[in-house]
C-alpha cells in the first residue's frame, strides 16, 4: 500500500523470441531489446527522455559487457546523465521488483518520473568452464616458459572442454538443492495434479494467447530489427497447431521416467523487454499525461524453497486483507505460468481450506479464481518467460486486458525461484 498515488503512464514491450537450441544464442542481447522497444515508448510521450528522473530494470543475465544494465539502457534511451539508474535481480520476479522500488521512489518524493521494467536474453546466457578447468586455463596462462607450459599440458584433460551451462545453474536452488522444475514436480505430488491436467492447461495457454494476439498481445509489442535486418513482429513461441495428443509424447524432464513436467507444459526460456513508465500526480499534470492505471499495492512473500511456485497466492492474499478486497472483487488475474503445474496448484491450494486457513491465514476457503478471469489472454507457457521481464509483461499485460474488456480491478502475482512470491494489485484510472 502506498502513501500517495502512483501512475502507470505508458508501457510496451519487445516480442517474446523462443530460445533455439539448434541455433544457439539470438540476435539481441538484453540491452538491445530494452533499448528498441524503450526509444518508441519514449517517442510518443509528451516529454523528453531527459525529464525522466530515474531509471530502474530488472535483469537477471546480463552479458559481461552490460553490467548495471539500466545505466547502459538509460543512456542509449538519450536519458539525462545525471539520472540515476540501477539494476534489480529478484528471479523472475525482476520486473516486478523495479515496479515496486519505482513506486517506492516515486512515494518518498525522491522521483515524479521513472522507466522502469525488465529485460532479459536467456538464450545469450553464457556457458562458463568447470572450476577445474578454470584452474587450469590460469596455471597454463601464468606458466613462465615454453618448458613449464609444456608440463601443463600434460595435466590437460579432454573432460575440462565441457561448458558449465549457466542457466542451468541459476535454475537450481543451491540451499534446497532442487531446480525450478523440481519444485513442480513437488506442487504436482502434493496436490495429485495428472499429467494429463498440466498439457490440458498448456493448450489452454497456448489457444488463449493465439487468441489474443492481434487485439490484447500485438498493441502491447514494438516491432523489433536485428542487425542483418531482419523484423520481429510478435512473441514467437505461441504454437497454433498444439494439441494434448502430441503433449503427452513429451518425456518427462526432471522425475524420469515417470514425472509430469514436460517441456510441453513449462514455461519457454525466451529473450524479451517489457518496460513501463511511472508517474506522480504532479508529473502527471506538468506533463499533461493520460495515465492508464494506478498500482494501488505490491506485496513480497516468502516460503520453503521446495514449493516456490506457490508464491504467488502467498503474495496476494496480504494484498486483499490490507486493501478489504475478495475474490469477486478482482476483475481479471495474472498468474505468471511457470509451470502449468504451479498455477494449477495455486489454484487446488485456494480452493483448500485447510491450506487457506493454516497455511495462508485466511479465514474461509478463497476458492480457485474462475478460469474465466485467469490468464484469459495466455501466459508464460505459450508467450514466454524472459526472467527479468515478465513481473513487467503481466502487469502490461493486465493493464491492456482490463482496458480492453472495460474492467477495473486486476491482481498479477508471480512465483520467485529460491521460494518467494510477489503480487500487485493494478486499479484503470
Known amino acids: ?57 530488472g535483469c537477471t543475465t546480463p552479458s559481461v559487457s552490460e553490467m548495471n544494465i539500466a545505466r547502459v539502457v538509460s543512456l542509449r534511451l538519450n536519458c539525462s546523465v545525471q539520472a540515476p539508474a540501477w539494476t534489480v535481480h529478484r528471479n523472475c520476479a525482476s520486473g516486478l521488483q523495479s515496479i ?7 512515494c518518498s518524493g525522491r522521483s515524479d518520473l521513472v522507466l522502469c521494467g525488465g529485460t532479459d536474453s536467456l538464450s545469450n546466457a553464457p ?17 613462465k616458459g615454453l618448458r613449464d607450459k609444456l608440463v601443463k599440458v600434460k595435466d590437460f584433460k579432454p573432460s575440462f572442454l565441457l561448458p558449465v551451462i549457466s542457466i542451468l545453474k541459476g535454475l537450481t536452488d543451491p540451499v534446497v538443492g532442487e531446480s525450478m522444475g523440481q519444485t513442480a514436480e513437488n506442487l504436482a505430488k502434493k496436490f495429485n495434479l495428472t499429467r494429463r491436467e498440466l498439457d490440458e492447461y498448456s493448450v489452454r495457454s497456448h489457444k488463449q494467447a493465439l487468441s489474443s494476439m492481434e487485439d490484447v498481445l500485438k498493441p502491447q509489442t514494438q516491432q523489433i530489427y536485428d542487425a542483418k535486418g531482419n523484423f520481429y513482429e510478435h512473441d514467437n513461441g505461441i504454437r497454433p497447431d498444439i494439441k494434448i495428443e502430441k503433449l503427452a509424447t513429451l518425456r518427462a524432464v526432471f522425475d ?42 505490491i506485496n513480497w512473500s516468502g516460503l520453503n524453497p521446495t514449493e516456490m511456485g506457490l508464491g504467488p497466492i502467498h503474495a496476494l492474499i496480504p494484498i486483499l486483507k490490507r486493501q478489504k478486497l475478495e475474490r469477486k472483487d478482482i476483475d481479471l488475474w495474472e498468474i505468471n505460468e511457470a ?5 494449477l496448484a495455486c489454484q487446488a491450494a485456494l ?32 508467450i514466454g518467460h524472459p526472467v527479468g521481464a515478465s513481473g513487467a509483461r503481466i502487469i502490461l499485460n493486465l493493464i491492456h486486458l482490463l482496458k480492453k474488456n472495460s474492467l477495473k480491478r486486476g491482481l498479477a502475482s508471480i512465483c520467485i525461484g529460491g521460494g518467494q512470491g510477489g503480487a500487485s494489485l493494478i486499479e484503470l484510472c
Open 1 to 57: 500500500m502506498f502513501n500517495s498515488q502512483v501512475f502507470v503512464v505508458d508501457g510496451l514491450r519487445s516480442p517474446f523470441l523462443k530460445a533455439n537450441a539448434k541455433v544457439g544464442p539470438g540476435p539481441f542481447s538484453a540491452s538491445e531489446l530494452a533499448v528498441q522497444a524503450g526509444k518508441t515508448l519514449l517517442l510518443r510521450q509528451t516529454f523528453e527522455p531527459s525529464e525522466i528522473d530515474e531509471i530502474i530494470l
Open 100 to 106: 515496486d522500488s519505482a513506486a517506492q521512489s516515486i
Open 127 to 143: 556457458l562458463i568452464f568447470s572450476k577445474s578447468a578454470s584452474r587450469w586455463f590460469s596455471q597454463f596462462s601464468t606458466a
Open 256 to 297: 524420469k521416467p515417470d514425472g509430469k513436467i514436460t517441456a510441453g507444459n513449462s514455461s519457454q526460456i525466451t529473450d524479451g523487454s517489457a518496460l513501463l513508465l511511472l508517474a506522480s500526480e504532479k508529473a502527471v499534470k506538468k506533463f499533461a499525461l493520460k495515465p492508464l492505471a494506478i498500482v494501488k499495492d
Open 339 to 343: 509451470f502449468a503445474a504451479q498455477v
Open 351 to 382: 480452493d483448500s481450506f485447510k491450506y487457506c486457513s493454516k497455511v495462508l491465514k485466511y479465514r474461509k476457503t478463497f476458492g480457485a479464481i474462475e478460469p474465466n478471469k485467469l490468464n484469459i489472454a495466455g501466459g508464460a507457457i505459450a
